[in-house]
């Protein structure tokens, strides 16, 4: 099924019910018209990071179904899969079979090592100055052998968390034939995760190399145009990344967009915002909320720093359940540059603030995503967070079947739905869009056009009030659009 201009929904596969029989039961009985496509996040066989630490992409995890619960759902929605293109389990066969037979492995080049990578074996520390790294040291894990030798090789992430060596044959030849099998089990479009980690070279960051990006970026959309499948590199960084992605054609993803329309909402102001919206790409996925944290990085210079720091301070004394500590490494935060909450949370839980936060989503350039504790009004999962001590699990509950269906009966939610079977079905989100100019700082009016067919958007800021009229054709008349 083709990629369509239509919402989104992002979700682990037991996260809307146990495993992805039960997910797609729901789907298909409550969500359909509310989203049209489902990012499903990793649900491979893992060894940590919540699937990001992928064995293998050849099954589906034991625990969550088997590939017929995939498939199906490819019938009546537009898949997202990721592929973890900087690397693989420390658990996987690959690494398995490297640590056994060293350079007799047929996986000794699978990896990068450092007596190869670095010409002396090891970086310099103006070499570790350099490299945009998590960790405040080398990044690296060593490796024992089974001969009794050790050797260190490239780990940006989680020590589960193997980076590849993608200059290696043997190692394009894996991403090929991951890239192709997702294809066929029903991918519209695959998300390279960590992408701009995966490019590595001596005397830079070894972050977003060019032009090393751009034939990687080549090489997979060579391997995935003919199954008519598309590819979303998935960046945090500075958002001037996502306008030369835009630029050579590439879908992108609005990471942006979260922090800014927080500090709009919580300020009333809508100058950064509107400057924002009239740069941002066309071809891109928007989000207010995902699996990981709320991006900080994403918005500097679309932000001052002074107005980051207010934004974050707004959010600690006005969201609902959320504290400084939970961003800090006694809940194992290992990224300084995302704040963990949910959406609904951080406006508060207010369900008017949150509701215009959507409808600016929806009227913003590009597919909305939905993460699925938004898609439900979830707040601040503060028990799975104690329980757990891993800060981003605010942002991760579980929601039981029965669990879904009683949040489908609250207010707040069902006024989400009707506003995203809107954005999904109106002809006008297919045609031009427009800011319009006020002279009002806190208001804000977006236009879609498309033939008679007209979608606008009218909000005050700072009451968190808005209307959206749209043009009936049979009537001849713009109506109000209600109960949203």
């Known amino acids: 099924m083709s990629i369509k201009n239509e919402i989104m929904l992002i979700t682990y596969a037991d996260s809307m019910g146990k495993n992805l029989n039960e997910l797609g039961s729901l789907l298909k009985t409550h969500f359909k018209g509310v989203v049209s496509g489902v990012h499903i996040l990793p649900f491979f066989p893992s060894s940590a990071d919540r699937g990001f630490a992928p064995l293998t992409y050849e099954e589906v995890d034991e625990s969550f179904g088997i590939w017929h619960d995939i498939e199906d759902l490819s019938k009546d929605f537009y898949l997202m899969f990721d592929f973890m293109i900087n690397h693989i389990s420390r658990s996987s066969k690959y690494y398995k079979d490297f640590v056994k037979n060293k350079d007799n492995s047929p996986y000794a080049d699978f990896f990068i090592r450092y007596k190869d990578f670095?010409?002396?074996?090891?970086?310099?520390?103006?070499?570790?100055?350099?490299?945009?790294?998590?960790k405040p040291r080398a990044p690296y894990i060593e490796v024992e052998f089974e001969d009794g030798t050790t050797e260190k090789i490239w780990c940006t992430f989680d020590s589960e968390q193997v980076d590849l060596n993608l200059s290696a044959e043997v190692t394009r030849k894996f991403v090929k034939d991951s890239l192709v099998h997702l294809a066929k089990k029903g991918?519209?479009?695959?998300?390279?995760?960590?992408?701009?980690?995966?490019?590595?070279?001596?005397?830079?960051?070894?972050?977003?190399?060019?032009?090393d990006v751009w034939e990687l970026l080549d090489y997979a959309k060579s391997i995935l145009e003919p199954y008519g499948v598309e590819i979303l590199?998935?960046?945090?960084?500075?958002?001037?990344?996502?306008?030369?992605l835009a630029e050579k054609g590439y879908w992108v993803y609005d990471f942006a967009l979260p922090m800014l329309l927080l500090y709009t909402l919580y300020s009333g102001s809508n100058k950064r915002l509107v400057n924002w919206l009239k740069q941002c790409p066309r071809k891109q996925f928007t989000t207010l909320d995902t699996h990981d944290g709320i991006g900080v990085v994403d918005v500097r210079d679309l932000l001052s720093d002074d107005e980051i720091e207010q934004t974050k301070e707004y959010l600690f004394s006005r969201g609902a359940n959320v504290k400084r500590i939970y961003n800090t490494t006694a809940y194992n935060n290992l990224d300084i540059y995302q704040i963990n909450c949910t959406y609904y949370s951080a406006l508060g839980n207010n369900d008017d603030a949150y509701l215009l936060a959507r409808a600016i989503q929806f009227f913003a350039p590009g597919i909305p995503q939905v993460y699925y504790v938004g898609l439900l009004a979830g707040?601040?999962?503060?028990?799975?967070?104690?329980?757990?001590?891993?800060?981003?699990?605010?942002?991760?509950?579980?929601?039981?079947?029965e669990e879904v269906e009683e949040n489908l009966k609250r207010p707040v939610v069902k006024r989400l739905f009707n506003l995203m079977?809107?954005?999904?079905?109106?002809?006008?989100?297919?045609?031009?869009?427009?800011?319009l100019d006020t002279n009002d700082e806190q208001s804000l009016e977006i236009s879609w056009k498309k033939d008679e067919f007209e979608a606008i958007l009218k909000a005050d800021l700072k009451t968190h009030k808005y209307t959206i009229s749209y043009f009936d054709p049979q009537d001849r008349t713009y109506r109000n659009l209600t109960d949203c």
């Open 421 to 435: 079977r809107f954005r999904n079905f109106y002809p006008a989100f297919n045609g031009d869009y427009k800011i």
């Open 118 to 134: 670095w010409p002396n074996g090891e970086p310099t520390q103006e070499d570790i100055d350099l490299i945009y790294k998590r």
């Open 187 to 211: 991918a519209s479009i695959i998300r390279l995760d960590a992408f701009a980690y995966a490019t590595k070279k001596i005397r830079t960051n070894c972050f977003f190399i060019e032009p």
């Open 233 to 244: 590199p998935e960046i945090h960084e500075h958002y001037s990344i996502q306008l030369k």
């Open 379 to 401: 707040e601040n999962d503060i028990e799975l967070l104690e329980k757990t001590k891993v800060g981003r699990n605010i942002n991760r509950h579980y929601y039981t079947k």
